[in-house]
């Protein structure tokens, strides 16, 4: 099937080699930061993670929300997720890619990463993120791989197969539980320092992952004519509304638990994030424009998905703009909010504000180009396949 890859018209290629230009672009910075080592980056004494572990952070939230299609299709028996479930099994493998890439990216020398093997460390948060990760992109690739295979023979697929659907449910629970414990378990970091952080995660992520899915839905049915059904749209919306709620009704509970038992590690953070935070004569507000940018776009995007549930319509512009918001909105939060909130405050209560170097960003951008390649060739072939089958 991967040939299908190979085949396509002049706008197809055109889209692989922008693509490819921004990897080139993230392969020379990422050489440069392998030869110079880490100065390069805006990381220090203070800020250990960077942009790299908050893309991590929120790519591991993008590939659990596959989750949100495989568990009522093969669970529930949700027929109307047929046609899209296998989107969300390729969407969690290239953002489990983008995610060991981030990691790799991050800790500098790539062969450090073999160290987690070699001198495995049960004790370690970092340990089981390791094995979940692997985990769930092994079942991922296995389980989209055999049921694809067998859709274009059009034939069932081997029922063995299901173990592995069935296994990947508590795997996509378990990577981002797991990120969630490597923050919650570093009692230094205050902000981090929350049961909630999981729940949380979860939450964005079952609303990030589905949203990014109709989107490629909407822009394959203009493109390739490949339509998941007004049906299926308008449940992954739903399902968007409702873990967005839930993210937002978290992020308030964030500030009741810092303001109202006013915990000064956890009370500062926010007002840096949201406020900006005076400490001795200067005012730190780096990130205050992009919380506010994502609250509101939160708000408008669940807003515009309550108007059209409300009027019962809608266009496909509309539900894409709605996604997008949220998407980006997420991002924002937990991409660059809620990693650089417990960061920037130290625990000796100084303050180091996080500023990305532009070899971080190329390095960056060629990642996300990376992932938006491969998930472009695997849609692509499951595309094909499935008008294969209808033809």
């Known amino acids: 099937m991967i040939e299908k890859a190979l085949k396509g018209n002049s706008n197809y290629w055109m889209w692989l080699a922008f693509l490819s230009a921004f ?13 110079f080592g880490m100065g390069l980056t805006g990381m220090g004494r203070d800020l250990s993670w960077g942009l790299y572990i908050s893309q991590f952070t929120f790519l591991v939230g993008v590939a659990a929300g596959g989750l949100m299609l495989v568990l009522p299709y093969y669970i529930h028996n949700y027929k109307a997720f047929g046609r899209i479930t296998i989107l969300g099994e390729f969407l969690a493998i290239s953002a489990i890619v983008m995610c060991l890439m981030f990691i790799m990216a991050d800790i500098g020398q790539p062969l450090r990463g073999l160290n987690m093997m070699l001198y495995p ?172 940018t994502s609250v509101f776009l939160c708000f408008g995007g669940l807003g515009l998905f309550a108007y059209m549930k409300i009027k019962k319509t809608g ?46 960003i190329g390095i960056t951008l060629g990642i996300w180009a990376t992932g938006i390649l491969l998930v472009t060739v695997l849609y692509k072939i499951a595309v094909k396949v499935e008008h294969e089958v209808e033809g």
């Not at 991922?140 to 067998?150: F, K, S, Y």
Request: charged share 10%.
């Open 23 to 35: 990897i080139a672009v993230g392969a020379i910075c990422y050489l440069r930061q392998y030869l």
């Open 315 to 360: 266009t496909d512009l509309m539900i894409g703009i709605g996604c997008a918001m949220i998407f980006v909105a997420l991002w924002l939060d937990k991409g660059l909010g809620f990693v650089m909130g417990g960061l920037v405050i130290n625990p000796l209560d100084e303050i180091v504000e996080y500023y990305p170097t532009a070899n971080e």
């Open 121 to 292: 460390t049960p004790n370690s948060m970092l340990f089981w993120d390791m094995v979940v990760l692997l985990g769930y992109l092994s079942l991922n690739i296995i389980c989209a791989w055999v049921i694809l295979t067998a859709e274009r023979k059009q034939v069932k697929p081997p029922k063995w197969v299901y173990f592995f659907v069935y296994l990947s449910i508590p795997f996509a629970v378990s990577i981002h539980t797991v990120t969630a414990m490597l923050y919650c378990g570093l009692p230094g970091r205050h902000f981090w320092l929350t049961a909630i952080t999981a729940p949380r995660f979860l939450a964005s992520a079952f609303a990030a992952g589905p949203a990014l899915i109709v989107i490629a839905c909407l822009i394959m049915k203009r493109i390739t004519h490949f339509d998941a059904g007004k049906e299926a749209i308008n449940k992954i919306t739903t399902i968007i509304m409702y873990a967005a709620l839930i993210n937002a009704f978290f992020v308030g509970l964030e500030f009741f638990v810092g303001y109202y038992s006013n915990i000064p590690g956890h009370k500062h953070s926010l007002e840096y994030l949201f406020f900006g935070l005076e400490h001795h004569g200067h005012v730190y507000n780096n990130l205050v424009p992009f919380m506010w």
